[in-house]
């Protein structure tokens, strides 16, 4: 078993390696991933995460069985259902609900950008299929739909029986979904909003968007268990739901831990836990609970030892998220000497804005989506944004500015203007591309960061502070 | 000068000159005398009667093309944003079109991320007074109960402005002017079909963008005097291919593609652009409530643009249109980063092909005075092929 040794390092115990060898021959053997493919991802693996951590390797380990998973899905016999990135309303986990493993319900490019792009580094020829096919290179489009594209076209990942579409958030993600609806036929389930808040309206949620929300997650929810030939159960629901709730837990405990100073772990790898939630089938949820109940206590460790990658005292800043593909990224903000305790992902102070009384789950969702602030507006980006700066007692902003992704497309220029104007603290626009290091690499980016950080450095040395005005 | 398509005077294209050259001044003294100029992101979504029933000026903000403006957009937004988009920023701040500065208000319709953005921006660096409004994105009762709830506080917000009510009597008066101009400019479209070309596609362009900005009444009396110099001309047969041009946006000023069609020997027949053809299509029912049929009319009957889900009526819309029109080839012009527009066009050739056996040539634009040589060659080639088959 060639995989053998990768797959421990990354969490998996001797039995279960055992029990799914046959899985794991095929899967592989499907992706073409043989020894040397394993060699480079272990180099990866111990190049860019933190695997002292066992909540960090248990995660890569719950990434790569989620991959097998999603390769294999058709011939095991399973309904297939994508949602495309970035996934809305609670719909995955209340269809992989009411499936109970007979249906797998996952962010397929999710799976892949990390699995098959971030640790195995085997990701560009899916994405150069998907540029021939659907999405061209050099209009700055987004990797994510790329690889969706792509890895069905090379028969990598199975045509699903069902796509489920959001028509508001993303343009691309949409067209996406309608080019497949169109040239294999999968029938859709969209779910449209509208984004048309006036610039001082959040933390209010306007009561007409909010049921239009709703009613489109409820409408998406019937018809999808309506072509699935299921049964909406709202018990089901609940007992995933708790289970959920306590992966949303960890993840409320990993940022209290990332407070501490220094943060007792790179932003990166939290990163690759935290978005479990988002692309995780039905069956792998409870491994995924497993490796964030493993990295609670073990940062909080770190946190009483006053461990961290980066000593006591560095200077602190917040971003969207960390390029996850790329490695080089995350290592210069930290050889910069700068901390990243929090990012606009990882922020769920929205949580404290829910009403614990709802109608009904697709209220509830609704209203959990729109004040994440995300599907909001970019006023709401930059409301979570001061928050952060404010809790986390931060010292700069360094924004991971997408060329790729239109709907984050003004958070920057906006978010510099605001918070320096208002805190007195830098911020940092970083162009980058999330998903695709083709476009632009880490290494691209050395100047900028390191100058970056000897500024946050040199400031904090003179004791120059944040000020609200 | 016009491209003229027959032999003899046409006066009507003449006096249009005249009046677009002076409505920035007819503006300015309306504007003195206490009329509100309300300026709008055009694509069809913005019901120009409610501004008309509150004695307000509708005014399409649609000028587009140059490099500069884009340009300086750059200090507000990333380049990654629609052209048209970052033009309109850029606009705003250079100052230089008065279209931009009169307005009182600007109308957004939240359709898109690039318009979402747009909107986000002018409010944000304080460009002006904004009013957004959402435009859902599928065609069904709720979404429809959205846009209508959309268009009812727009209403309220120029009623605001202006102090005058849109009555449902003023609103039916506006729907029937409104109703007027597009059965004209359906009447000018239809003659298109003929093989005996009587108008250019330049000239056609240049009506539907002067709607957007001269007086109504004035427009109406423009098209109908142009209806009757067409109606007792002598059209001789156009020979060149016959063109369907479409994409994401046309906007005023931005000629480079028609005049490349027509030096090259061919003919723009008829255009399907977010400021076209989908404000004419349709006319607005004038029996019940008004705010209903407008948003029926606007929403719900509109031909869709390509960020609708499912966005195959527009497609099918254009293959209809090839067939009606008698269509040689289609031009497919795309603004960069309007994403929904750049994906379908990697899936639209094949239908078309499929469906007519046409070709399609696809364009992208920055507004970018270089891309002109490379475009040159290949609308030639395109026409040139054409011919050849």
Known sequence: MYYADLLKLCGWERDQIKREASRLDEAFGILGLGPEEMKTADGRVRDGYDIDLMGVRKALGVWIGGLVDVVLSKKEGKKIVYYSFPPLGGLGGRISAIGKGEILCVCPEFILDIALGAIFDRIDPIMETGEDKALPHGAALCAMNKIRVGAIEKGIIPVPDLLLASSFYCDQGGQTDEWLREVYGIPWVVLDNVMDSAWDEFPTLNPERLSYMAAEIENAWTEAAEI??????????????????????????????????????????????????????????????????????????????????????????????????????AHLIEQAGIAIPVTFLSYDAYTGMLDPTYATVAEKSARTELSRGLYHSTAAILYWTRKAVEDFDLDGVLWSQPIHCRPMASSGFILKKAIEEEFGIPVLILEVDWYDNRVISGETMRTKIETFGHLLAAKKARGETRHRS | MHNRMWDGEMKTL???????????????????????????????????????????????????????????????????IDTFCRSQIGLKVLGGEPAYNIADLFVAPVTDNNVRILGDAWEFYRLGEIFKFGVPHRKTERALKYYLHGINALKDKIEDLTGQKATEERLNEAIHLCNRERELFRKISFMRKSRALSLSGKDYIRLLHASLWLDKSVMIEILESLVREMEGMEVRPGTGPRILLTGSTLAYGDGKIINLVEEAGGNVVIEHFAEGLRNYWDDVALDGNPMNALAESYFHRRITPAWFRPSREMRDFLIKLAGEFSIDGVIWYNLMYRDSYTVQATLFPKILKDATGLPTLVIESDYDVEEMGPFRTRIETFIEIIKGS
């Open chain 2, 14 to 80: 003449d006096s249009l000159d005249i009046h677009l050259k002076n409505r920035a001044g007819e503006l300015e003294g309306l504007k003195a005398e206490g009329h509100k100029i309300i300026g709008y992101y055009p694509g069809g979504y913005v019901p120009e009667e409610i501004i008309l029933a509150c004695d307000a000026l509708p005014v399409g903000l649609n000028r587009g093309g140059e490099h500069e403006p884009v340009l300086i957009a750059g200090a507000y937004l990333p380049r990654w």
């Open chain 1, 228 to 329: 699935l030939g299921q049964k909406p159960d709202e018990e089901d629901w609940g007992e995933y739901a708790e289970l959920y709730s306590r992966f949303v837990a960890g993840i409320a405990e990993t940022n209290s831990a990332m407070r501490a100073d220094p943060p007792p772990v790179s932003q990166s790898n939290l990163q690759l836990v935290r978005f479990l939630r988002n692309a995780t089938s039905y069956d792998r949820f409870p491994d995924a609970l497993e490796a964030i109940e493993r990295l609670v206590p073990e940062l909080e460790e770190r946190v009483k030892s006053g461990k961290g990658p980066l000593p006591k005292g560095s200077p602190r800043v917040t971003s969207f998220l960390i390029p996850q593909r790329d490695h080089a990224v």
